[in-house]
């Protein structure tokens, strides 16, 4: 595998279900991002992992839970969520400024 | 905070026509970022240049830092151009991409 990679590529998902989405990546780099896309609408950068910090969009609801057990893998566990929770969820990974992007799960909620 | 403005926002192309994107920006940037997001939604790194002019292929960009403005050229353009033109800024310390709303581009055969 090289880059970043994400699965599942698509995930439909029931408004009582928990599932998890997970972004690996294979380029030594030491930052990690979530990012929703929905239509019409600027990327949201929903969460941030570096070595400094980890920063979060205050405006991301508590049904979102990242984790991120080393610099090389980041999860988005999920619980509960609401039918605008469906987008294109995607990961990325930075050294510095310039950030490389997984392909991205679509998330469909029932 | 930073705006990113991306003009024009739709635009269609007969294959083989030339075409400028535009990249507005409100305030100083340490970073600049083109992207390509295909049909299938995946965000391909096009350039990263905070300033100065750089070219790939068919494709090459220019960042006038000074004037808070970026374009993106497109020579020759094929059906595989099709998508979604993004810029993305950052602006001091912060890891944060600012991003503009992008282009949608349709090349027609």
């Known amino acids: 595998e090289t880059g970043v990679t994400q699965t599942p590529r698509h995930l439909v998902m029931g408004m009582t279900n928990k599932k998890s989405l997970k972004c690996e990546q294979h380029l030594g780099h030491n930052a990690m991002y979530w990012y929703k896309q929905s239509a019409k609408k600027p990327l949201e950068l929903m969460f941030v992992y570096s070595l400094e910090e980890r920063v979060e969009n205050n405006s991301v609801p508590s049904r979102f839970s990242p984790e991120c057990p080393n610099s090389s893998h980041l999860f988005l566990h999920l619980h509960t969520l609401q039918p605008e929770d469906s987008a294109l969820y995607l990961c990325a990974s930075s050294q510095d400024y310039e950030q490389f992007f997984g392909p991205g799960t679509r998330l469909t909620v029932l | 905070g930073i705006q990113v403005e991306q003009s024009p926002p739709d635009l269609i192309l007969q294959e083989g026509a030339n075409s400028t994107l535009r990249c507005n920006f409100s305030?100083?940037?340490?970073?600049l970022q083109w992207f390509h997001q295909n049909p299938w939604g995946q965000l391909i790194n096009l350039f990263y240049i905070p300033s100065g002019t750089k070219q790939n292929g068919r494709l090459s960009a220019t960042t006038v830092a000074t004037e808070r403005y970026s374009l993106l050229y497109i020579s020759s353009s094929q059906t595989t151009d099709s998508g979604v033109y993004f810029c993305?800024?950052?602006?001091?310390?912060?890891?944060?991409?600012?991003w503009g709303l992008g282009t949608s581009l349709a090349v027609n055969p």
């Open positions: 305030d100083s940037v340490n970073n």
């Open positions: 993305a800024v950052n602006a001091g310390n912060n890891r944060k991409l600012i």
